[in-house]
């Protein structure tokens, strides 16, 4: 299933996308009980498929990634955060940074997933069992402050406005029995910058969901960020950074395509 989530007049509400393109409105709560209606609803602005209790992310998980950005394939998954201020709806502009300015942001797509019911200690077995869909994602990052005025951290680099684009749709777990075999890109302008697969991964869906949920409790509405492939802004020589006017595309096999134009924040 194919789901979106729009705005409505009485606020967010979830459809099912069908195959005819036309959308019936869901009932209920997508994290708990819900069904897809018989009442057909034609959408309103499109928005992110969810607001995410938290948006966990992972560095260094492609090969080919890890490589251009000179560093070793990690022993264990590279975890850090990014703050849930940082989410976008499709269509709407990522923002450089001003106030805390930034010449050095840039892309990354990534393949999204959703954590559907309380998690905690999943084994390698039963991790996709927890996982309620896929979707697109960007991970745009503040390279500066990513990696020289963020003390250390990556938080202050990846948690800016607008920083984490989600979209189009929510496309449910039955629809994609392996996450690890989609074809994932950016396209930036048009000019295509990076075109791999999920197979790449240094640690697939089913090891990040073990490892995250180890000891600790991934809630419903978790978004897990599963790392971007080589071909990044900041390792291309010359570097190449997003700029006010800009138009970013991230398209991921049986997803969809979620696209973002660029502006500059208004301070």
Same mark, same amino acid.
């Given at each position: ?11 967010? &509400?979830?459809?099912?996308? @069908?195959?005819? =393109? ?5 009932? *209920?709560?997508? $994290?708990?009980? %819900? ?106 990052? &503040?390279?500066?402050?990513? @990696?020289?005025? =963020? ?5 202050? *680099?990846?948690? $800016?406005?607008? %920083? ?104």
């Amino acid at each position: 299933m194919k789901i979106l989530r729009h705005l409505t007049s009485r606020g967010p &509400a979830y459809a099912a996308l @069908q195959a005819d =393109g036309s959308t019936r409105k869901i009932a *209920g709560d997508i $994290f708990g009980d %819900f069904r897809v209606t018989d009442r057909a609803v034609v959408p309103g602005k499109l928005l992110a498929p969810l607001a995410p209790v938290n948006i966990l992310a992972i560095g260094l998980n492609y090969k080919k990634h890890a490589e251009e950005g000179g560093k070793g394939v990690p022993e264990w998954p590279m975890l850090f955060l990014k703050s849930t201020n940082t989410v976008q709806n499709p269509g709407d502009p990522i923002e450089i940074p001003q106030k805390r300015a930034s010449t050095e942001v840039d892309f990354e797509c990534e393949l999204a997933v959703v954590i559907g019911r309380r998690c905690k200690n999943a084994t390698r077995v039963n991790a996709l069992d927890f996982v309620l869909g896929y979707t697109c994602a960007n991970d745009v990052s &503040a390279r500066d402050w990513q @990696q020289r005025w =963020g003390g250390g951290q990556f938080c202050q *680099g990846k948690s $800016f406005d607008t %920083f984490c684009p989600l979209g189009p749709v929510l496309v449910t777990r039955d629809e994609i029995p392996n996450p690890n075999k989609l074809a994932i890109k950016t396209a930036l302008n048009g000019r295509t910058m990076q075109d791999w697969n999920t197979d790449d991964m240094c640690f697939d869906v089913p090891a990040l969901i073990e490892f995250l949920s180890g000891s600790k409790t991934l809630l419903p509405g978790t978004v897990i960020l599963t790392g971007t492939p080589h071909g990044v802004g900041f390792a291309r020589k010359p570097p190449v950074f997003l700029k006010a006017g800009d138009t970013v595309s991230i398209e991921i096999e049986r997803i969809g395509t979620l696209t973002n134009p660029v502006v500059n924040e208004v301070v």
